[in-house]
């Protein structure tokens, strides 16, 4: 086996001396099969090599060569980096007012946390969360003053510092956030974070509802359909069409949207309440349905042709086909239809969508 060594010093296998070897001085040995431990040793360094012997090893075992990495004895540790510096003027008790901030930071950073209420005899509660986990970190409750309180970052990713008062008549909190880096973080790492909207949607009524006349022998000239909004809807879209000629137009433009369906969604509710399209099917021609939205209590009224109130949401007359883009989301919702033909009853189409819209974060890389 051929041993080369780059530095000049006493060549050792195994922990035995060897004998004396010069620098770039190839040197044969011979060495049994398996692991072994070399060395050379100069006046002040040690340079080691580990090498597996085997029938097929013809190879040339270099040692010393690899560059050394220089430190220096002194390494001057990072300054801390104001990220956050605010006023922030809290609700009370009664408001349940959180405020919240949004940073992001890398594997081992410290945040050098400061929160002081500037209120006499004032307290506030911190709290510092991981997101999209919601793990909390750190937690200090009714305190008046948080200073220079550093919290090592578990993870690289988007912190939320959430900062509230359970004072009746709320508080005054200067907060500040600073960052010291970890010495293994990007320095082009950003702190910064961007804020996006992602919005889903459901199909919540599709119905095909019959609406009989003033002077029916069976059933009445009112009909309701229930709207189960879901929980946390950010808005909602309705379509109302009456007879064949609303629904036709209907069928068509869902058709058309199937088409290009790459684009737009083939639901042509959803397509309006994502702003893909501007306009749903609407007819100019008159019908003899009516129609309102109230709550449960007011839509039992309704049904027995008792006094009642609606909602404030849009409603129509003698529509044939009627839509609207609805932002107020009432806890109960009911569509009242009413049919004032003497004779004739009326099929009504029932077609409502919701809207969720959450915020989310991203580090802003």
């Known amino acids: 086996m051929t041993i080369v060594s780059c ?41 080691n090599r580990s090498a597996t012997i085997d029938l097929n090893t013809r190879s040339v075992i270099r040692i010393g060569c690899e560059p050394v990495a220089i430190q220096s004895a002194t390494v001057e540790a990072a300054k801390p980096v104001l990220l956050i510096d605010k006023q922030l003027n809290l609700g ?23 929160c002081i209420v500037t209120n006499p005899r004032g307290s506030a509660k911190v709290s510092v969360r991981q997101y999209p986990s919601g793990n909390e970190i750190f937690r200090n409750e009714s305190f008046n003053a948080v200073r220079d309180q550093k919290i090592t970052i578990p993870s690289r990713g988007i912190y939320v510092i959430e900062v509230s008062t359970g004072a009746v008549f709320g508080k005054d909190i200067r907060l500040t956030i600073a960052r010291i880096s970890s010495s293994k973080s ?32 069976s059933g009445t000239n009112r009909n309701i359909v229930k709207i189960p909004l879901p929980p946390q809807t950010t808005y909602w879209v309705y379509w109302v069409g009456v007879g064949q000629e609303s629904r036709e137009q209907m069928a068509q433009l869902s058709n ?57 949401v849009a409603y129509a007359d003698n529509v044939s086909a009627s839509y609207s883009l609805v932002n107020d989301v009432p806890k109960n919702v009911v569509l009242t239809l009413n049919n004032s033909n003497t004779f004739l009853a009326q099929d009504v189409v029932v077609k409502v969508v919701a809207f969720k819209v959450r915020t989310l974060l991203a580090i802003d890389n």
Do not use: W
């Open 92 to 114: 009370g008790l009664l408001t349940g007012e959180v405020q919240r901030n949004a940073i992001a930071l890398d594997e081992d950073d410290i945040m050098l946390l400061n």
């Open 186 to 217: 990007d320095p082009n790492f950003k702190t910064s974070v961007k804020r996006y909207f992602d919005t889903t949607q459901v199909e919540i009524v599709n119905d095909n509802v019959t609406v009989h006349s003033v002077n029916a022998m």
């Open 256 to 312: 058309q949207l199937g088409r290009i369906a790459s684009k737009f969604s083939t639901n042509p509710l959803v397509a309006f309440g994502l702003n893909q399209i501007s306009s749903l099917p609407m007819l100019k021609n008159k019908s003899t349905i009516t129609y309102r939205f109230m709550d449960d209590q007011n839509a039992s009224l309704f049904l027995n042709k008792q006094p009642c109130s609606y909602l404030n």
């Open 7 to 47: 530095k000049t010093g006493d060549l050792y296998i195994d922990g035995n001396l060897i004998g004396k070897i010069e620098a770039d001085d190839a040197r044969q040995q011979s060495l049994t099969i398996g692991e072994h431990y070399l060395q050379v040793k100069t006046g002040s360094e040690k340079y």
